[in-house]
C-alpha cells in the first residue's frame, strides 16, 4: 500500500482528520434490542490512510450501463475531478455504450476540462445500452489495455455483470479493483441515504400531477390517474404525492391493494368523487401486478439487462374504473398520464 495523497494536497490536507479506519462498518439496522446478535454490517465508505495503487501507475476507466437516469454526467464528472485533481491520476478513459463498449469500441480519454460542463445536460456522454455483457471479452480488454481501476454505473443487472467482472479478475489473479456505483431513480436501496436522480425525479413528476389535477378538476368526475417509476419501491411515487398534495390516492407495490368490497380503491374512488367531484391518483408503476396478473395472463419475459418486463398497471386501472363506472351508471372522464420516463433523460 501507499500513503494516500489528500496527506499531502494543499486543498484536500484536512482529509487526513477524517480518514475511515480499515475496520470502521455500518450496521445493516439502525434499531437493534439489547439481545440481538451482531448482525449484518457493511465496510463504511471514504477516504482510507493508505491506497492500494500509486497515482502514477492507475488506468481508470468508467462506463454507464443499463437505462438513463438524472444524474450519470455529474457522476462521471466527480469521478474524472476526483481522480485527476485530488488521487492526481492521469489516465483516465471513458468506454463508450455499456458493456458491449469495453470489446467494439474505442476507449475516450477523459480529462478534467472535457467534462467540464457535462453536468448541464442529460443522458450520458459515453451513452449506454443493455445486455452486452461478455465477461470474458470485457476482462481479456482490461487486461490487454492495463486497466487497474474499473467504475461501473448502472442498476441491478449491470451491477451483478460487475460482480462477474470482479470474479473473473479475481480468479486470473489480476490486481485491479472495480467499483460499482448504483444506478436506481427508485431510490431503493436501503444502505445509502439516497440514490442520485432521486430529487429530480420527485420534482420532475410534479408536471405530470399538475396536469392530471388540472385535467380532473376541469372535468365533472374527473379522475387524474398518472404512473410514476417504481419497480419494487414506491419512494418516486410517495414522495412525489407529499410534495404535491393534490393526490387523493397514492398505490405503491409495498403496500397491496385491492378493488372490490369494502376499503376499495373503487369504494374510495365512489366516495371521494362525490365529495370532490374529482380526484387524482398516482401510481408506481410495479404496484398490482399481482392483480394485473389474475386478470391477464402472461409469460415471464425480461430485457436485455434482465429485469422482469411489468404490466401495464396503468392502463389496466384506467379500463378497470371505466368499467366500474359503467356499471354504475356514473358520467365519469378520465385522464391517464402514462409518461414517466418523461424525466430520465434530464440532468440532475
Known amino acids: 500500500?501507499?500513503?494516500?495523497?489528500?496527506?499531502d494536497h494543499p486543498a484536500y490536507s484536512?482529509?487526513?482528520q477524517y480518514f475511515v479506519n480499515a475496520d470502521d462498518t455500518v450496521p445493516?439496522?439502525?434499531v437493534v434490542q439489547k439481545n440481538s446478535p451482531r448482525g449484518v454490517h457493511f465496510r463504511r465508505a471514504g477516504p482510507r490512510q493508505r491506497v492500494y495503487f500509486e497515482s502514477e501507475e492507475v488506468k481508470a476507466c468508467i462506463v454507464t450501463c443499463?437505462?438513463?437516469?438524472p444524474g450519470l454526467n455529474t457522476v462521471i464528472r466527480e469521478l474524472v475531478c476526483g481522480l485527476s485533481h485530488m488521487y492526481n491520476v492521469n489516465d483516465v478513459f471513458g468506454i463508450?455504450?455499456?458493456y458491449k463498449g469495453f470489446y467494439s469500441s474505442n476507449y475516450l480519454s477523459m480529462i478534467p476540462k472535457s467534462v467540464n460542463d457535462i453536468h448541464k445536460r442529460g443522458g450520458t456522454v459515453l451513452g449506454t445500452s443493455r445486455g452486452g455483457h461478455d465477461t470474458k471479452k470485457i476482462v481479456d480488454n482490461i487486461q490487454d489495455r492495463g486497466i487497474n481501476q474499473v467504475y461501473i454505473i448502472g442498476g441491478d443487472g449491470t451491477q451483478k455483470g460487475a460482480y462477474e467482472i470482479y470474479k473473473e479478475i479475481r480468479k486470473r489473479g489480476l490486481q485491479v479493483a472495480v467499483a460499482g456505483i448504483p444506478k436506481t431513480i427508485d431510490n431503493d436501496i436501503a444502505v445509502i441515504?439516497?440514490?442520485f436522480g432521486f430529487d429530480t425525479a420527485v420534482e420532475e413528476a410534479q408536471r405530470a400531477i399538475n396536469a392530471a389535477h388540472v385535467e380532473a378538476s376541469s372535468a365533472e368526475n374527473g379522475i387524474g390517474l398518472v404512473k410514476l417509476m417504481g419497480r419494487y419501491s414506491g419512494f418516486i411515487a410517495m414522495y412525489a404525492t407529499l410534495a404535491s398534495r393534490d393526490v387523493d390516492c397514492c398505490l405503491i407495490p409495498e403496500s397491496p391493494f385491492y378493488l372490490e368490497g369494502e376499503g376499495g380503491l373503487f369504494e374510495y374512488i365512489d366516495r371521494r368523487l362525490k365529495e370532490n367531484n374529482h380526484m387524482v391518483i398516482v401510481v408506481a408503476e410495479g404496484a398490482g401486478q399481482d392483480l394485473i396478473a389474475q386478470s391477464i395472463p402472461a409469460?415471464?419475459?425480461?430485457?436485455?439487462?434482465?429485469?422482469?418486463?411489468?404490466?401495464d398497471v396503468g392502463l389496466w386501472l384506467t379500463h378497470k374504473i371505466k368499467d366500474?363506472?359503467?356499471s354504475k351508471k356514473m358520467e365519469m372522464t378520465i385522464k391517464y398520464i402514462g409518461n414517466f420516463l418523461v424525466f430520465t433523460p434530464m440532468r440532475c
Open 66 to 69: 443499463g437505462g438513463l437516469c
Open 96 to 98: 463508450q455504450n455499456g
Open 28 to 30: 445493516e439496522k439502525v
Open 193 to 195: 441515504d439516497k440514490s
Open 299 to 311: 409469460a415471464d419475459q425480461q430485457d436485455a439487462s434482465g429485469n422482469k418486463l411489468l404490466l
Open 14 to 16: 484536512t482529509v487526513k
Open 1 to 7: 500500500t501507499f500513503p494516500n495523497p489528500l496527506q
Open 324 to 326: 366500474y363506472c359503467k
